[in-house]
């Protein structure tokens, strides 16, 4: 779905998509022979591993394209929704569902596949779903400890497992592809069919493995776009010389909010703490630590608005700026130099003291006595208007 939902695909429009996906799903299972049942319990009797491959393919084709599309910055993995893991229950439900697909021949999907084309004992195994649903339903109070155990929350399998994603998707598309030679070699001897070449000196077949596992392989040195990000940020041997920052002075700054300037967002990213304590007026608190978060996009993607980062000196600002610019947010972004810290002394702090020096520092000192007193005011009045940040909608589907 990525990158059309959700920002080009709302949720009507969603319907009506699923609906035509839906329609070709279904034709392509009859199509591949998943409405038959002995053709799915050839799985478990070794003569048909037809659904062994698709789902394979499927989780291959899923895991390549996610580390594809984030690599480059069109899908957000913020955004899609992961099921909650009940250990507990998964392990008992899939020993009942297995052994319902052993004896019944189907699974949910492809008992419909079959009901639909008229199938006689898919229409039963539906039946007997439905039945299970409503005596579940029914007795859910005598289930619920058993169902809600041991909740992992929604972990992903690479971080479980303390690797990346990129290397895990190598292990899945190189175990695909073993399972692929495995289940041919099986399946010729349990048919007795006769090989003239093996699967692996097969040119064909050897040159689509190796291009597979080279796919594969490639994707262990795909960051997604929010992991590479950081990883700038995180250097430490950053240094803000190094990197293409654009600077606003405090003087321009304090015009542009005396002037209530609609085109700036100004952004503090100290903790929320020290935001609280002290701050520039109309300032929007995000941390540095959680500005790569999901729900701050919208925020910082306005094409109208001015991006201006500031911290207690600068930098953080810097790395936030940068970070942001990574990020895929506004391309020009600015920080505000000497940060809150110059801003506090030579304006909100100014001191009283005679006039006296060149021309240039009177009229200097003179701005920013004015417009110190209509800060004041912004300052007050920006109190009045709290920033509601936008909660991002989780993307949800999947068979």
């Not at 689509?208 to 994707?219: C, D, E, V």
């Not at 790395?319 to 920080?335: E, F, Q, W």
């Not at 004015?370 to 208007?385: F, G, S, T």
Request: with cysteine.
């Amino acid at each position: 779905m990525a990158p059309l939902a959700p920002d080009i695909i709302g949720n009507e429009l969603n319907l009506m998509i699923a609906l035509i996906i839906g329609i070709a799903f279904g034709f392509i299972l009859e199509q591949a022979g998943f409405s038959s049942s002995r053709k799915l319990a050839g799985l478990f009797y070794g003569y048909d591993f037809v659904v062994l491959r698709v789902f394979f393919t499927a989780a291959i084709t899923a895991a390549s394209g996610i580390v594809l599309l984030s690599h480059f910055g069109l899908l957000n993995i913020d955004l899609i929704y992961i099921n909650p893991t009940f250990l507990s229950s998964a392990i008992i439900g899939g020993i009942i569902m297995g052994a319902g697909f052993i004896i019944g021949g189907f699974c949910p999907g492809t008992s419909v596949c079959g009901a639909a084309i008229g199938k006689i004992d898919a229409m039963v195994f539906i039946l007997g779903t439905f039945l299970g649903v409503f005596f579940f339903t029914e007795g859910y109070p005598l289930f619920k400890n058993l169902y809600t155990a041991n909740n992992l929350g929604s972990p992903f399998v690479f971080d479980s497992l303390g690797i990346s994603r990129g290397l895990f998707a190598f292990l899945l598309v190189t175990g695909a592809v073993g399972a692929f030679i495995a289940t041919t070699v099986i399946e010729n001897k349990v048919n007795k069919r006769k090989v003239e070449k093996p699967f692996l000196k097969n040119y064909r077949y050897s040159i689509l493995t190796a291009i597979t596992i080279l796919i594969g392989f490639i994707l262990i040195f795909l960051p997604d776009q929010k992991t590479k990000a950081l990883a700038v940020v995180a250097d430490k041997n950053w240094v803000i010389e190094d990197q293409t920052i654009q600077t606003i002075t405090i003087d321009e700054l304090a015009l542009r909010l005396t002037e209530r300037d609609r085109k700036i967002q100004l952004i503090d990213v100290r903790s929320t703490n020290d935001f609280n304590a002290d701050n520039i007026p109309t300032a929007i608190n995000i941390p540095l630590d959680s500005l790569a978060n999901v729900e701050w996009r919208d925020l910082l993607t306005q094409s109208n608005k001015d991006n201006i980062f500031y911290c207690k000196g600068q930098l953080m600002s810097s790395k936030a700026a940068v970070l942001s610019r990574l990020l895929g947010d506004n391309p020009v972004n600015y920080v505000l130099e000497g940060g809150l810290q110059d801003f506090n002394h030579n304006i909100m702090d100014i001191q009283e003291t005679e006039l006296s020096g060149s021309n240039q520092e009177l009229d200097t000192y003179r701005f920013r006595k004015n417009v110190r007193e209509k800060l004041l005011i912004l300052k007050k009045e920006a109190k009045k208007e709290p920033v509601i940040r936008k909660k991002p909608k989780k993307v949800q589907g999947g068979c």
